[in-house]
């Protein structure tokens, strides 16, 4: 069997600043250090940072009075962050900048008196993050998840006139595409954010994984199962009729999935350590494969800087 490695694949900018962010304030404050959510959806680094001295949380009020912490990369509501403030806590922010620039943006609308569709999925950090960026909630609140097509035909709005759509940064853009659709027609005078929130990394890997599903026949997503991205390029590839499975490591690998495969196709989520990648091909090559050989793909050379309490370096 040969084995064919995506490019670009694996972590991305903004997850890189992430993790760096944590791993600073480790170094300079000391554990433990507070952690709200996941810092990123990857169970293997949420492990090694625990190790570290992190401590996740789900809620601000696991945080003691004083202490340091860190919104994940996904984002957090502006009551989030408002409660950090009334508590005194040293936060660090490690939402990734481009989750930022959709909360910039639904929080421009909001200011503005226009309503809001957030195409997403319910439950999401990233997506319950950028929610809370709009001023009302409940009933009262002018901001509208939308996560399908039937969704977005069922959609009433007050104002179709003064009506604008943003996206979760990690959707398939063949995802969005059709729900797009249907909001245009149903309201004409919808407007866009102006730029396409769908972010680089996510584009770009799933490109990727297009062109490798097309001379494939098996895909292994590296990634974990609560990685949207990750669960996102395993759909891509299923979308263009070729066998794919998400796997957290090498031991989810099952031999039966091999059977009758001469090409394995190997992508990992923005979230998931190229550590894990080569485990799953050293998997692989114990099961007969030959070298893995990387595929040409586009360069990503986006590089994030951290907060100037922790050092000026880019990443």
């Not at 040969?2 to 670009?8: Q, T």
């Not at 319950?128 to 998840?145: K, P």
């Not at 729900?179 to 769908?198: C, K, N, T």
């Amino acid at each position: 069997m040969d084995i064919v490695l995506a490019n670009p694949r694996g972590f991305c900018a903004g997850v890189d600043r992430a993790i760096l962010i944590v791993q600073r304030a480790l170094e300079l404050f000391g554990a433990p250090i507070y952690v709200r959510h996941e810092i990123v959806h990857n169970r293997h680094v949420v492990a090694e940072l625990r190790q570290q001295g992190a401590i996740f949380v789900d809620e601000l009020a696991q945080v003691p009075d004083g202490a340091t912490v860190i919104f994940s990369a996904h984002g957090v509501a502006r009551a989030v962050k408002a409660e950090g403030q009334r508590r005194r806590l040293k936060v660090f922010d490690a939402t990734c900048p481009l989750v930022t620039k959709v909360h910039v943006e639904v929080a421009a609308c909001s200011q503005a008196g226009h309503e809001c569709v957030l195409i997403g999925h319910a439950g999401h950090p990233e997506v319950e993050g950028t929610l809370g960026q709009y001023d009302a909630t409940g009933a009262d609140s002018g901001i509208y998840l939308v996560e399908t097509v039937a969704d977005a035909a069922a959609l009433e709005v007050r104002n179709p006139g003064a009506l604008m759509y943003v996206t979760q940064t990690t959707l398939s853009v063949d995802d969005t595409v059709e729900i797009v659709a249907m909001l245009q027609s149903r309201f004409p005078q919808i407007r866009s954010a102006g730029r396409e929130d769908i972010c680089y990394a996510t584009q770009n890997r799933q490109d990727a994984v297009k062109s490798l599903a097309a001379r494939c026949d098996l895909v292994l997503v590296v990634g974990s199962t609560n990685s949207s991205n990750s669960n996102r390029l395993r759909e891509v590839a299923l979308n263009r009729g070729t066998a794919a499975y998400l796997v957290g490591d090498a031991t989810d690998i099952q031999r039966s999935w091999l059977e009758g495969v001469d090409r394995i196709g190997v992508t990992a989520g923005a979230s998931t350590p190229e550590v894990l990648v080569e485990g799953v091909i050293a998997r692989l090559r114990a099961l007969g494969a030959g070298p893995a050989i990387e595929q040409v793909g586009q360069s990503e050379e986006v590089e994030f800087r951290l907060p100037r309490a922790l050092g000026s370096q880019a990443q």
